[in-house]
């Protein structure tokens, strides 16, 4: 065994890193989860010994731990349980000596951690508008009014109420006297689902309206007739006019969350604007680093460091917030820099296999495959026999050469997957989306770009196939307008037609500008 769990602390690594307090297991045991209401699994009980422990653990003092809390084996056999439960599961990693660690950028962790009962929600919403009491319909003896009236026939088929009462109901709702071409006319703009009124006199020469001699209709003077009309058509109109009245607090709700949302994306873009983020390559890929590329994604610039220069890796990647590379954390580990100083995106292949048929064929998926699938570079990482002649022969040049255009490479990678979420898997007939969680929150999505851009009225430019260039990625750029959009298509008018695109083409986007007048159709 390689010791006791840490005693129980104040803060640690991990927990001071996710502004969280520091969690007990002994805790966790007990609390149920605050979505499903469920006892804990013992993936979350691991979780919750490594955010207690503030570090990487052995499997075998996160069995003792748990077991210590009053947990119980499935299997008989916590270590062995541990392992199964895990499976390759995020956001636990098992690092390069064996050892199991939490991925702290994991988006897996952050949900986690809610529910659990680690933190709060991540976004609190305010109560928002009260909704107002329900209507009451008043005393029988209280006269009918034009928003009762509304409330009862428009657009309703009122067939089943007589043409007497709907003519009572219109003359009481407007106090007064009218033709019966005026009432007709108020019951027309109403609905369309009834009867018309009879233009015959004798049709109204008595009971609740009467038709008087200068050819004006008239409520009689009955007071039981008119009350029970006015219970008839308040019986239709309340159920009515409290639905309208809710539905119209519903629609203050949904526009004060959509101002909320809108808020909290405008800060997570601010956010992530100012994120200063690196793609680092480190050769060789096993054994002592000799050379270390660190590319600055903002400043479009790379520095690459050979032999002492390494003993600067440290200064250089402390600028950054968020640092990306395949197999990042264990690359980190080589140049002995603690990978949980950063926000992490491992560019390694989401899995590793993939079953072609039903033989049970199988696809080994390499970074290199992927990476060339992704982004169209046909030779995206060096050969590690070349590279290791390199660094025998001292050759600096071709070595800077190399590990320059592998970063680069990377980068269009993971430029790719914060994009789109996801990258590509093709294999003959095969073409597979693997999703990614490289972006942050704030990163501008393909469809968010696309989406604002049809929004707004603005020309975007586009880059598909392949990979932009390093020294100019927007030669290849193609300036349209956003025509339509679906989940996997973008159709855009480059100004003599209207295309469609898939999205999975797009290698990069921008909004560009205002349209021009000669990109706009006639339907415009």
């Known amino acids: 065994m390689s010791g006791s769990p840490s005693p129980p602390q104040d803060t640690n690594a991990y927990c001071e890193r996710l502004g969280i307090a520091v969690p007990s297991v002994d805790d966790a045991i007990d609390r149920a989860d605050a979505v499903y209401g469920t006892p804990p699994k013992l993936l979350h009980l691991m979780v919750v010994a490594l955010l207690e422990h503030g570090g990487p653990m052995a499997v075998e003092d996160i069995a003792t731990r748990v077991e210590d809390a009053g947990a119980v084996a499935p299997?008989?056999?916590?270590?062995?349980?541990?392992?199964?439960?895990?499976?390759?599961?995020?956001?636990?990693?098992?690092d390069a000596d064996g050892r199991f660690a939490l991925d702290l950028g994991s988006s897996e962790l952050d949900l986690l951690a809610f529910r659990l009962g680690l933190r709060p929600p991540r976004y609190v919403t305010s109560p928002g508008p009260e909704p107002e009491p329900e209507l009451v319909p008043p005393p029988d003896d209280v006269p009918l009014t034009i928003a009762e009236l509304d409330g009862a026939l428009r657009a309703r088929?009122?067939?089943?109420?007589?043409?007497?009462?709907?003519?009572?109901?219109?003359?009481?709702?407007?106090?007064?006297?009218?033709?019966?071409?005026?009432?007709?006319?108020?019951?027309?703009?109403?609905?369309?689902?009834?009867?018309?009124?009879?233009?015959?006199?004798?049709?109204?020469a008595r009971g609740l309206v009467v038709l008087d001699d200068d050819g004006r209709l008239r409520l009689e003077s009955d007071p039981p007739a008119r009350e029970a009309m006015r219970r008839a058509i308040r019986k239709l109109a309340y159920p009515e006019l409290n639905r309208r009245r809710r539905s119209l607090h519903t629609g203050r709700v949904i526009e004060l969350r959509r101002r909320e949302r809108e808020e909290q994306r405008r800060r997570d873009e601010e956010s992530s604007a100012s994120r200063r983020r690196a793609v680092i390559r480190v050769l060789p890929t096993k054994g002592k680093p000799h050379a270390l590329a660190v590319l600055d994604v903002g400043a479009r610039s790379i520095r690459t460091m050979t032999g002492g220069e390494l003993d600067e890796a440290e200064a250089v990647l402390g600028d950054f917030d968020v640092v990306a590379g395949l197999h990042v954390r264990?690359?980190?580990?080589?140049?002995?820099?603690e990978p949980d100083r950063w926000r992490l995106a491992d560019l390694k292949p989401p899995k590793k296999t993939k079953t072609l048929n039903k033989a049970g064929r199988k696809l080994t998926i390499t970074p290199e495959l992927l990476i060339s699938n992704t982004t169209g570079i046909s030779r995206p990482l060096g050969d590690p026999k070349k590279i290791g002649q390199y660094i025998e022969t001292g050759d600096e040049g071709k070595l800077r050469r190399r590990i320059e255009s592998d970063v680069k490479a990377l980068f269009a990678?993971?430029?790719?997957?914060?994009?789109?979420?996801?990258?590509?898997?093709?294999?003959?007939?095969?073409?597979?989306?693997?999703?990614?969680?490289?972006?942050?929150?704030?990163?501008?999505?393909?469809?968010?770009?696309?989406?604002?851009?049809?929004?707004?009225?603005?020309?975007?430019?586009?880059?598909?196939?392949?990979?932009?260039?390093?020294?100019?990625?927007?030669?290849?750029?193609?300036?349209?307008?956003?025509?339509?959009?679906?989940?996997?298509?973008?159709?855009?008018?480059?100004?003599?037609?209207?295309?469609?695109?898939?999205?999975?083409?797009?290698?990069?986007?921008?909004?560009?500008?205002?349209?021009?007048?000669?990109?706009?159709?006639?339907?415009?």
């Open 157 to 204: 088929s009122v067939w089943s109420l007589s043409v007497v009462r709907q003519a009572a109901a219109v003359l009481d709702g407007n106090g007064g006297r009218l033709t019966i071409e005026e009432v007709e006319s108020v019951l027309a703009d109403l609905t369309e689902h009834r009867s018309k009124l009879p233009t015959d006199p004798k049709r109204w």
């Open 75 to 94: 299997t008989g056999d916590m270590e062995l349980s541990l392992k199964k439960a895990w499976h390759g599961l995020a956001p636990v990693i098992r």
């Open 413 to 524: 990678f993971y430029s790719y997957g914060v994009l789109h979420n996801y990258v590509r898997l093709r294999w003959g007939f095969l073409d597979e989306r693997l999703g990614v969680q490289w972006a942050l929150p704030g990163d501008p999505s393909l469809h968010r770009i696309l989406e604002r851009a049809q929004k707004d009225g603005r020309a975007v430019e586009l880059v598909t196939r392949t990979a932009p260039g390093w020294s100019d990625p927007w030669s290849r750029g193609w300036r349209v307008e956003v025509h339509e959009l679906d989940p996997w298509t973008v159709w855009v008018d480059d100004g003599s037609e209207v295309i469609p695109i898939e999205k999975c083409e797009i290698q990069t986007a921008r909004v560009v500008g205002i349209l021009d007048p000669g990109m706009r159709t006639e339907d415009d």
């Open 330 to 337: 264990d690359e980190l580990r080589r140049l002995e820099l």
